[in-house]
């Protein structure tokens, strides 16, 4: 009551304290600006200093990441630094928990509507998607972000699509075997996307390229090119899992060259490198091919302590691998829903939209239908090929037949040509490329027609279809019996069993099987177990 009189009485002293109470608010809010402008600068430059340590350090960079979620206010703060973890922990060989990150990144892009960083994400999602073998689904996850941002396509935004767009194409060639065309794609998305700039999109790219050099170029020229991506990342120092993957590919490179020592030096390189990233993807992968290597060496010291390394991250790595393949369909399910209820909402067209659905659902399971009944057909057709292969080892040896005596080949001739044969058939004789029935009769110590004959009359097959089982059945036991097989090319395959092309390989092999080989491969890769039973079978 007092000061009311006073202020009341005193217009004076009202001024003064009111002005003293406006200068006191303006300098709490100043101070609350500054502190939150000096927050945001901090965290930009803690999120910088994750990036730069993300292929040296990135268990480092994952506890920034995870210290920027929790503390920063800023959404777009939050959302990259969630894509940062993604990375990270592709970095580390997480799998599993670099989809979630990247999910989580994803899912609040969407809710804040940031489409330059959805479309970020999507292309690190398209990359991650594509290692764990779910084609299909990074498709369709470019697709979607197309259509939810197409009312906000900025410069950037349209650069990002077609960026996106030119690694799936790269992805559908992949699955074609035409790596030639995968590199194109990805040379095309790569200088697309340096136009935006996207650094870490680029370096994505950039280690696709790396894995496809040995896939799509000669081996010298793979060589060559990795030489110049090393010398440029020794020269950078800042991305030792790109130099890993690099002196990986050069370590396959020598052990094709049969240079086994120089193979062993540079993959010794490439684990220390994989331990340093605490990556047991690569550490798998590294350790197999020194495994192989001291194996061709006959060091069996180190070949058992590095292939006991590789048995040991192969479980791990399965169950990685499940889980984040899991936690991709589960998000999907999930997602379009909530995306088909959006568009529902923002176009209240519900009985459109509903046709679209029910069209998608059908146009689904018409393509699953197709692709199973594809998918059943291989299999039938590889249970069968090993059933025909087992009952022919396990049936009785049949009387000799009786050579066409027109040629009038004597017995002791006969007899002994048999023997030789079977021999031949023991070694490695056959996948000498140059090998003809000319070659043979004059290892053999006999002519042409008489072991043609023999020929025809013991095997039922001409001296070409002879060899060329010979040969495909050389390389299904390669297959079955060493994984590693599993990672070649297929002209590596056919060279290795004397085909003088990749075509005129996959043309036997199919003939011989019932099976292209990328599919034989494919089946042998998706039963994680049927190496093991097949080989079983082998030894038995």
């Known amino acids: 009551m007092y000061l009311e009189n006073v202020f009341s009485t005193n217009p004076v002293i009202f001024n003064f304290f009111k002005m003293r109470f406006f200068l006191c608010f303006w300098f709490l809010i100043s101070c609350s600006a500054e502190c939150f402008s000096q927050n945001s600068i901090d965290f930009e430059n803690m999120l910088l200093e994750a990036e730069e340590g993300l292929y040296i350090q990135p268990q480092q960079s994952i506890k920034i990441s995870e210290y920027l979620i929790q503390n920063s206010d800023e959404d777009s703060t939050v959302i990259k630094a969630y894509l940062l973890k993604g990375r990270a922990l592709y970095v580390s060989g997480q799998f599993e928990a670099a989809v979630i990150a990247t999910m989580e990144a994803k899912d609040l892009s969407e809710k804040t509507e940031n489409i330059e960083l959805q479309f970020e994400i999507t292309l690190f999602g398209i990359h991650l998607l594509k290692l764990l073998d779910l084609d299909l689904a990074a498709e369709r996850y470019l697709s979607f972000t197309q259509v939810f941002s197409k009312d906000a396509m900025t410069t950037k935004n349209e650069l990002y699509l077609e960026g996106g767009t030119a690694l799936i194409k790269a992805i559908k060639a992949t699955e074609q075997d035409k790596y030639l065309e995968v590199l194109t794609y990805l040379s095309k998305a790569k200088s697309i996307l340096k136009k935006i700039p996207s650094e870490q999109t680029v370096n994505d790219i950039e280690i696709d390229e790396i894995e496809t050099y040995l896939k799509a170029l000669p081996p010298l020229d ?100 499940d889980k984040a393949v899991n936690t991709v369909f589960n998000y999907t399910s999930t997602n379009h829903t909530a995306k088909r209820d959006l568009v529902e909402s923002n176009y209240q067209r519900n009985i459109l939209v509903l046709g679209i659905v029910l069209l998608c659902i059908l146009a689904t399971w018409l393509f699953l239908k197709i692709r199973y009944r594809s998918r059943i057909k291989q299999y039938s057709n ?16 049949l009387s000799k037949k009786e050579v066409s005596r027109s040629l009038n080949i004597p017995k002791e001739t006969e007899d002994i040509l048999i023997k030789k044969l079977s021999k031949f058939e023991q070694s490695t004789l056959f996948t000498k490329n140059d090998m003809s029935i000319a070659l043979l009769a004059s290892q053999f110590s006999t002519n042409t027609k008489y072991l043609s004959e023999i020929i025809n009359t013991q095997k039922n097959k001409n001296f070409n279809s002879y060899i060329n089982d010979l040969r495909i059945n050389y390389i299904i036991d390669k297959l079955t019996t060493n994984a590693t097989y599993l990672q070649y090319k297929i002209s590596y395959l056919a060279e290795e069993s004397g085909f003088s092309s990749h075509s005129s390989f996959a043309t036997v092999f199919k003939s011989v099987t019932g099976i292209a080989p990328t599919v034989f491969i494919d089946v042998l890769k998706s039963n994680k177990n049927s190496i093991l039973s097949l080989q079983e079978v082998h030894n038995e």
């Open 382 to 397: 590889f249970i069968l090929f090993f059933e025909a292969r087992q009952k022919k080892k396990e049936a009785p040896t």
């Open 222 to 321: 793979a060589k060559a090119k990795l030489g110049i991506v090393l010398k440029e990342l020794n020269d950078n120092g800042t991305k030792d899992f790109q130099k890993m993957i690099v002196l990986n590919q050069l370590g396959i490179i020598q052990f094709q060259n049969k240079n086994n020592s120089e193979a062993i030096k540079v993959l010794d390189t490439a684990l220390k490198l994989s331990e340093k990233l605490k990556n047991p993807f690569y550490k798998h992968q590294i350790v197999e091919n020194l495994a192989l290597n001291y194996m061709v060496l006959e060091d069996s010291e180190n070949f058992k302590f590095y292939k006991n390394i590789g048995n040991s991250l192969t479980s791990e790595l399965a169950i990685d691998e």
